[in-house]
Each structure stands twice: as C-alpha cells, then as structure tokens.
C-alpha cells in the first residue's frame, strides 16, 4: 500500500496526509462509480459523528440555523482526531463538502443538510462564502427534488445568511421565499430566523423592516423558545435603533433580560455593545458607560475585541444612527466573521465604530 501512496507532510492535528499517483486515484475513481457505495455510507456516518462532537466546542459563527438533529457519537477509535476541534474542521474543509455533495448525489439529502449544519457555521470563521453557499444550495436543491420542503427551505435560509455578506438582494430574495413556507408548515424557530433575517437584508437595502422584526418578536414569544426572543427583539431594536431609538431601548432591555436568563454569554455581550449605542444616540451618557463597563466585563480579551473607542465616544456627543451591523445570534461559540475582501457581515458587531451610520431605513 505504501508504493500507491506518496506521503506529502502532516496536518494541523497531527495526521499524516497522503496523495495517491494519479493513475492509482483515476483507478479508485473508476471503481467508485461502480461500487455500491456502502464504504461511503460508513464514512458519512464516522463524520456525522465527528462533526457532532467538534459542534459545541468548535470556533463558530452563526451561519443558518442549528442543527435539526444531533447524530450518534462516533467509533471511539476516532474520537482522539477530534480533540482539537477548529484544527480538525479546517483540515477536512474538502472533505466536508465534497462528501455533503456526494451525500445529496447519492438521495442522502437529510445526513448533507445535518452535516452542512453542523460545519458550516465553523468553517465560515476562515471565508470561502462562494463555496458554502453553494453548498447549501446543493442541499436545498437535492431536498426540493425529494419532495422535502422542511430540508429544503432549512437550507435556503441558511443559505440567505452566507449572502449577507456577499449579495445583499439575494439574501432578501433567498429569506423571502422562506418566510411563507415557514408560516404555512407552522415552524417557529425556522420562521422567526428568516423573518429576522429578512429585516436585516431590508435595512441594509433601505427598505422598511421593522413590521418584518415585530412579527418574529410575536412568533417567537408565542413559541417560548428563548434563543428565538433574543433574536427578534435584538433585530427589532436594530430596526429602530436610527428612528425611534428610545422605542428600541426597552427592546435591548427585555433581550438582555432573557439572554441572562438562559446564560447565554455571547448574545448578552452582543446585546451590551448596541445598548451602548442606543445610549449614546439618546445622549444618555450614564448609560452608555454601564453598558460599555457590563460589555467589557462579559468580553474575552483573547478572542473578541469589542469596545475599542467606545468609551472616548462616550464622553462626545451621540451620532443618530449607530446601530444596525450585528450578526444574528443562535447561541454557542462565536468568532468574528469577515469575509475574504475585509468586508464585515452586516450581522457582525462593528463595535470599533460606534458612530458608524446603520443603513437608512426607507418609508
């Protein structure tokens, strides 16, 4: 087996890595294309299994919604290739994605979509936005074909989250399809995050969003689940935070106020920081240093930098306008999210630029 095989170095995790001969790779190929693909059903599951548990201690941002299920744990034998979560994800970038392809080309579009779910979302922190659209794209169309709507507009909504920060009109067009069919299947969580992310695409187009935001917040409150609140009262705050920034105030209160009740320390930063802003467009000095100091408090110096030139902002006179750049919240680990040009998501927290006009809301 070793003269088939050229040893070209090792990974981040530790791994060797080889590269077959290009004659012996067109071979396997070839016998690929005739097998029964059982060795690629074992495989799919090991990395399902994988991939669930480098899911809560991986390096994430929030691109789509969470997994719909979580898969059964791995061989044992494998799990030590997992011990260093971020370094086993981006090793296997391609194989990730060639196999949630390969999933979808094989009528396995539920195992592709869980596994786009759970790595996704961590393999966003490092860019390459074409390919995970595109991705998403292939599950959405492989479920559509299945006749499995919930799969497949699961997949699109996501999707509209990686648009955001690359094509803001297809984000829109991409939550919009969602929203109806989420209203008429009767999902909650699924509706209130393509009704909020819709609002985003809207704000950032100039286009009135709030009605958008308060319909989530309703949804949300009616299903009870925590995480959804936090969302859509964040987001329609953010709607208000240039207009009407004392109606988004009591917003960011009742949000912060559930955030700390679930303890969820990500959104609580998140929700600190933009009532910083809300503070200091209200002129609310006194305010908007407590908020500054509890963001400060909640942030981890080796991870986030959140704050820088808030508190000399503080002490000058508030600019209108200065929210509406935070990315949508879904809980566990987050890392800031800028795409391969230095372009910020509009859902990322620009807190280095607290003045910073929000896109105008039209209407």
Known sequence: MAGLLDLV????????????????????SELYEQDDHDGFRRYLNELLGLSGRAYARVNRVNEGLPPSRLPSDPDPALVGLVADPDAWVHTERAQLLHAIELACRLGWHEDAAVLADLVIPALAVRGGFEQLQRARAVVRDAAFAAGDELVAYRAETSRGDILL???????????????????????????????????????WEGSPASDLAKEATLVAYESGEQESIVLALRTHAETLLVDRPRDAWPLLEQALTVSRSVGDAEAERILLVRMTDCALTLG???AAEKAHAQAQAATDPCEQHVGRGLAPAASQPATAGTGGTCRRHSGGRAGARVDGSGRRHPRSCDCDAPSRRAPARGG
């Open 165 to 203: 920060s690359q094509r803001i009109g297809e984000a829109s067009a991409a939550f919009a399809a969602c929203v109806p069919a989420f209203r008429r299947l009767g999902l909650a969580r699924e509706l209130v995050h393509s009704l909020t992310g819709l609002a985003f695409a809207r704000m």
């Open 284 to 286: 609310d000095l006194a």
């Open 9 to 28: 170095g090792t990974d981040i995790t530790g791994q060797a890595r080889y590269r077959p001969h290009d004659l012996v790779g067109l071979f396997a």
